[in-house]
């Protein structure tokens, strides 16, 4: 629900941003003092300039007049200086607090489970973190600065008017009340629009990350939908600048209609004046009514502005809403407080009576019961849909058991920090992923501190070396999005050099070698024997041709343990590895050379 569909959470949304503020304490404290310094200095000149009509110019004092004259320039000096002084003070805290916002809504998000990320739009958390943030930066950088510098020099100006005429004031203010009703009026307006734009924002985000990637431009154009995504396209962006003029012009009109009621207020107050001689009330002097009038034009100004700012907060509530909603997200895999240590690692996974449902209602699995000893090799084979790769993510708790315990070594993984986990479990998915950035790089980013020699050799394990060094860069090549500038296969010995550079003592293998060729996977399943020596190694797999030497085979039918056993006994039962082999039978007689 957003701010503007629940007013009640305004104020906690206020509350929210000010305490954004809170770490930057003094510097705002200076801005403030500067802020009142160039207001109270500011309103100087009004008061000079009347002693000038008033004294220096009808008794011809030349030297109370060049006095007079350096100061309204000394005014016009310091204001500048302090003007210049707050605006680089508010603007670096404003960023720090922008920062700071980026910084945590990152953290929150490397913080969420897999799950979230399934079921959200890549380009949503970008268009978040991007344009949300990116679109508070005029109101953190510089409304707190524009509030006190406004509210200062109004109180000033007000003081100074009643200073100077009483009466006249109260001309002057009268209509104040009506223009705050209509600039809230306004700012609820753009709040409401602001909302509806950045939606529309993400959606764009959304549409340009899925189908301008590499993936989205093979997937365009093989399907021949290039135009049609193009005209898609087209009609998002002409809602966002619709949507774009309308926050612009709403309550414009009425703002506008306000600022020709101020500035006619000159014109109001000299008719009050010549009014008031005509009906036989004594006129103030003519110094006073100029200076009156310049005070008067100078509360326009901050008026003015303190009504834009008020309009552009209500409006920059909806941005932040949309933050504050990420912030607020449950993490629903959560680091523990009191982490246990698990030095040395002997590498016994063990899931028991373990059940796991992604929406609360369908097991996916169902009364897993799973020993893989230290150093053992267990493969996992299925259908699709059995829940293999599912149970390989509950390992390195990329998901929670609904129920049931997953343990290493007998500490449940709940129990572990994340660094322990991601040194303890390395993962090989089907899917690989590579960052746009180099082989080397790439390698890196499983061990920063690699030597070029450790990723020689982890390359060489994993049957990918030769390649890289025949490339025209060699470890320095840049792989491209996504990795598009090599192969699946390619790809996938890329990733299993990254795992194999991180040394861990458990491994899961999710369909590791599914996109290699017969002859390359032989090879690259060499290189993963030689790994998973004294390592404890879960080999999901579809392909039975990787696995008929697993020291266990475990076969899963609709999220639960149908048969185990090896290769041979499982041969022997005629069950359902048996019909998987069946099928599977073209490639174990290639992967056997037969």
């Given at each position: 629900?957003?701010?503007?569909?629940?007013?009640?959470?305004?104020?906690?949304?206020?509350?929210?941003i000010?305490?954004?503020?809170?770490?930057?304490?003094?510097?705002?404290?200076?801005?403030?003092?500067?802020?009142?310094l160039?207001?109270?200095?500011?309103?100087?000149?009004?008061?000079?300039?009347?002693?000038?009509?008033?004294?220096?110019?009808?008794?011809?004092?030349?030297?109370?007049?060049?006095?007079?004259?350096?100061?309204?320039?000394?005014?016009?000096?310091?204001?500048?200086?302090?003007?210049?002084?707050?605006?680089?003070?508010?603007?670096?805290?404003?960023?720090?607090?922008?920062?700071?916002?980026?910084?945590?809504?990152?953290?929150?998000?490397?913080?969420?489970?897999?799950?979230?990320?399934?079921?959200?739009?890549?380009?949503?958390?970008?268009?978040?973190?991007?344009?949300?943030?990116?679109?508070?930066?005029?109101t953190?950088?510089?409304?707190?600065?524009?509030l006190?510098?406004?509210?200062?020099?109004?109180?000033?100006?007000?003081?100074?008017?009643?200073?100077?005429?009483?009466?006249?004031?109260?001309?002057?203010?009268?209509?104040?009340?009506?223009?705050?009703?209509?600039?809230?009026?306004?700012?609820?307006?753009?709040?409401?629009?602001?909302?509806?734009?950045?939606?529309?924002?993400?959606?764009?985000?959304?549409?340009?990350?899925?189908?301008?990637?590499?993936?989205?431009?093979?997937?365009?154009?093989?399907?021949?939908?290039?135009?049609?995504?193009?005209?898609?396209?087209?009609?998002?962006?002409?809602?966002?600048?619709?949507?774009?003029?309308?926050?612009?012009?709403?309550?414009?009109?009425?703002?506008?209609?306000?600022?020709?009621?101020?500035?006619?207020?000159?014109?109001?107050?000299?008719?009050?004046?010549?009014?008031?001689?005509?009906?036989?009330?004594?006129?103030t002097?003519?110094?006073?009514?100029?200076?009156?009038?310049?005070?008067?034009?100078?509360?326009?100004?901050?008026?003015?502005?303190?009504?834009?700012?008020g309009?552009?907060?209500?409006?920059?509530?909806?941005?932040?809403?949309?933050?504050?909603?990420?912030?607020?997200?449950?993490?629903?895999?959560?680091?523990?407080?009191?982490?246990?240590?698990?030095?040395?690692?002997?590498?016994?996974?063990?899931?028991r009576?373990?059940?796991?449902?992604?929406?609360?209602?369908h097991?996916?699995?169902?009364?897993?019961?799973?020993?893989?000893?230290?150093?053992?090799?267990?493969?996992?084979?299925?259908?699709?849909?059995?829940?293999?790769?599912?149970?390989?993510?509950?390992?390195?708790?990329?998901?929670?058991?609904?129920?049931?315990?997953?343990?290493?070594?007998?500490?449940?993984?709940?129990?572990?920090?994340?660094?322990?986990?991601?040194?303890?479990?390395?993962?090989?998915?089907q899917?690989?992923?590579?960052?746009?950035?180099?082989v080397?790089?790439?390698?890196?980013?499983?061990?920063?501190?690699?030597?070029?020699?450790?990723?020689?050799?982890a390359?060489?394990?994993?049957?990918?070396?030769?390649?890289?060094?025949?490339?025209?860069?060699?470890?320095?090549?840049?792989?491209?999005?996504?990795?598009?500038?090599?192969?699946?296969?390619?790809?996938?010995?890329?990733?299993?050099?990254?795992?194999?550079l991180?040394?861990?003592?458990?491994?899961?293998?999710?369909?590791?070698?599914?996109?290699?060729?017969?002859?390359?996977?032989?090879?690259?399943?060499?290189?993963?024997?030689?790994?998973?020596?004294?390592?404890?190694?879960?080999?999901?797999?579809?392909?039975?041709?990787?696995?008929?030497?697993?020291?266990?085979?475990?076969?899963?039918?609709?999220?639960?343990?149908?048969?185990?056993?090896?290769?041979?006994?499982?041969?022997?039962?005629?069950?359902?590895?048996?019909?998987?082999?069946?099928?599977?039978?073209?490639?174990?007689?290639?992967?056997?050379?037969?």
């Open positions: 629900m957003s701010l503007a569909e629940n007013p009640s959470q305004q104020p906690v949304a206020v509350r929210r000010l305490r954004l503020f809170r770490p930057h304490r003094g510097r705002l404290a200076v801005v403030g003092l500067l802020v009142g160039s207001s109270l200095v500011s309103v100087a000149s009004p008061f000079l300039l009347r002693e000038v009509l008033d004294v220096a110019i009808p008794q011809q004092r030349t030297g109370l007049l060049t006095l007079l004259v350096l100061g309204m320039l000394g005014v016009a000096v310091a204001t500048s200086v302090f003007n210049v002084l707050q605006t680089y003070l508010s603007t670096s805290v404003g960023q720090r607090v922008m920062h700071g916002l980026r910084a945590t809504v990152y953290a929150r998000l490397q913080r969420m489970s897999l799950a979230f990320f399934t079921r959200t739009r890549t380009g949503e958390v970008q268009s978040r973190i991007a344009n949300d943030i990116g679109g508070m930066q005029a953190v950088t510089s409304t707190a600065t524009s006190v510098s406004n509210v200062t020099t109004v109180v000033a100006t007000v003081i100074a008017m009643i200073a100077l005429d009483w009466r006249l004031t109260i001309v002057s203010l009268a209509l104040l009340p009506v223009f705050v009703w209509i600039s809230r009026r306004v700012g609820a307006e753009r709040k409401r629009i602001t909302a509806r734009r950045q939606k529309q924002l993400a959606t764009i985000s959304s549409s340009v990350q899925e189908s301008l990637s590499v993936s989205g431009i093979l997937l365009g154009r093989t399907m021949g939908r290039s135009q049609s995504l193009t005209r898609e396209f087209t009609e998002e962006s002409d809602r966002l600048a619709r949507l774009e003029i309308s926050s612009s012009m709403a309550g414009r009109w009425r703002m506008s209609t306000i600022q020709i009621v101020m500035a006619a207020m000159p014109a109001l107050i000299y008719w009050a004046a010549g009014a008031g001689a005509l009906l036989g009330i004594p006129m002097s003519l110094g006073t009514l100029v200076a009156f009038v310049t005070l008067q034009q100078t509360l326009f100004r901050p008026t003015m502005s303190l009504l834009q700012t309009v552009e907060l209500q409006s920059s509530l909806a941005l932040f809403q949309r933050i504050f909603e990420y912030l607020d997200l449950p993490v629903d895999i959560a680091e523990p407080a009191r982490p246990v240590a698990l030095d040395p690692v002997r590498g016994e996974v063990r899931l009576d373990v059940r796991f449902s992604y929406d609360g209602e097991d996916t699995l169902d009364g897993i019961d799973l020993t893989v000893p230290a150093g053992g090799n267990v493969a996992i084979v299925g259908e699709t849909g059995s829940g293999k790769t599912t149970l390989s993510y509950l390992v390195p708790r990329l998901y929670d058991a609904t129920t049931g315990r997953v343990t290493i070594d007998g500490v449940d993984v709940r129990d572990l920090s994340f660094e322990t986990l991601a040194r303890t479990v390395g993962v090989v998915s899917e690989t992923y590579l960052l746009h950035a180099s080397a790089d790439n390698l890196r980013f499983a061990k920063p501190d690699a030597t070029d020699e450790d990723l020689h050799e390359a060489r394990a994993a049957r990918i070396h030769e390649h890289i060094t025949a490339l025209p860069d060699g470890y320095d090549t840049i792989v491209g999005e996504r990795g598009y500038r090599f192969s699946g296969g390619e790809k996938q010995r890329l990733a299993i050099a990254r795992t194999i991180r040394d861990p003592p458990i491994l899961v293998l999710d369909e590791a070698t599914s996109a290699l060729d017969t002859q390359t996977e032989r090879a690259v399943q060499q290189a993963i024997n030689s790994l998973s020596a004294g390592r404890t190694t879960i080999t999901i797999a579809h392909r039975l041709s990787t696995v008929r030497d697993a020291g266990e085979i475990v076969v899963l039918v609709g999220g639960r343990v149908a048969e185990r056993g090896t290769h041979e006994e499982l041969l022997a039962e005629g069950g359902h590895y048996a019909t998987l082999l069946e099928r599977d039978r073209p490639a174990l007689a290639l992967a056997s050379g037969s």
